[in-house]
């Protein structure tokens, strides 16, 4: 199931969108879609989430539009405090049973997602990332994406969480433009391409990062389909952990829980450790503990 549809699912319950307050409500998947960040309070999460599911329900066919409309309460006409009122309120506008109009929801959920993902402008073909321990802590993430559009800019993003400072330096493949934190907890960067790249085109960049302090884990969430990500670990010889936590497709809650379960991974006689995930899922979580 994709993570979206547990986020959207999950929401539509009770008030949906008009839940208080509303930023719990929201899953991963549901956040990114609609932008919402840490610093979202109540009402501007609300505003968020209501104006893109109402710009992507607009592109529905009417009775879909209509299902999806009451199914999360976007218009005045639907703010029943009870999923099953809406769908009775669904039912009678169409004139249909209430089975047909709870397979109508579904079937206007999944369209919606995939209108979202068709909009996605990019999507990485290959990431490969070294993190090395043996100094100053330094990653250097090499990408390959390919354009789903005509693009002159792409904006990447890290999770910042128990780190002060990121620094970033381009190393190549586009010039920084702007580097703003988007939340507590996220830096993004936009970088200018060379050239337009033009949809169906690869290109590849390369990014330094300087964590400081560096967080005893790195993970890859995607929010863009991602087909290969390779991670490398260079530890300190004299301070190699016995084992590392694999984090393979895991909710980014659960990155740092010590109840989830976790397989171990065996560090080499060098201090190195390599793994590779293939066909991530975006908006869940993918790398290694330490």
Not at 110 to 124: D, E, F, G, K
Request: with cysteine.
């Amino acid at each position: 199931m994709h993570p979206l549809t547990t986020d959207l699912r999950a929401l539509r319950r009770g008030r949906a969108v008009h839940t208080t307050p509303l930023p719990p409500r929201l899953g991963p998947a549901l956040r990114a879609l609609c932008a919402v960040t840490d610093a979202d309070d109540d009402v501007s999460a609300r505003t968020k989430v209501i104006a893109r599911l109402t710009e992507l329900a607009d592109q529905l066919p009417d009775d879909l539009r209509l299902c999806f409309t009451a199914a999360f309460a976007l218009t005045e006409r639907t703010r029943q405090p009870f999923y099953s009122d809406r769908l009775v309120w669904a039912g009678t506008e169409l004139r249909r049973e209430s089975r047909t109009i709870r397979r109508r929801v579904d079937e206007s959920i999944t369209t919606v997602i995939q209108l979202a993902r068709a909009r996605q402008s990019w999507h990485t073909e290959q990431l490969h990332a070294v993190v090395s321990l043996a100094g100053a802590p330094e990653v250097l993430e090499s990408r390959r994406v390919v354009a789903d559009t005509d693009l002159t800019e792409i904006t990447l993003g890290w999770s910042t969480s128990g780190v002060e400072d990121l620094a970033i330096t381009v190393v190549h493949g586009g010039t920084l433009v702007d580097l703003a934190r988007k939340s507590r907890n996220r830096v993004a960067a936009t970088l200018r391409l060379p050239t337009t790249l033009r949809a169906g085109q690869p290109h590849s960049i390369a990014v330094r990062l300087r964590p400081n302090p560096m967080h005893p884990l790195y993970v890859c969430t995607p929010h863009t389909p991602c087909a290969t990500f390779t991670l490398r670990v260079i530890f300190p010889p004299t301070a190699t952990p016995p084992h590392a936590l694999l984090l393979d497709g895991v909710p980014p809650s659960e990155v740092e829980d010590d109840i989830a379960p976790h397989l171990p991974l065996s560090i080499d006689a060098a201090g190195h450790l390599t793994t590779t995930f293939t066909n991530l899922t975006p908006h869940l979580s993918y790398g290694i503990r330490w």
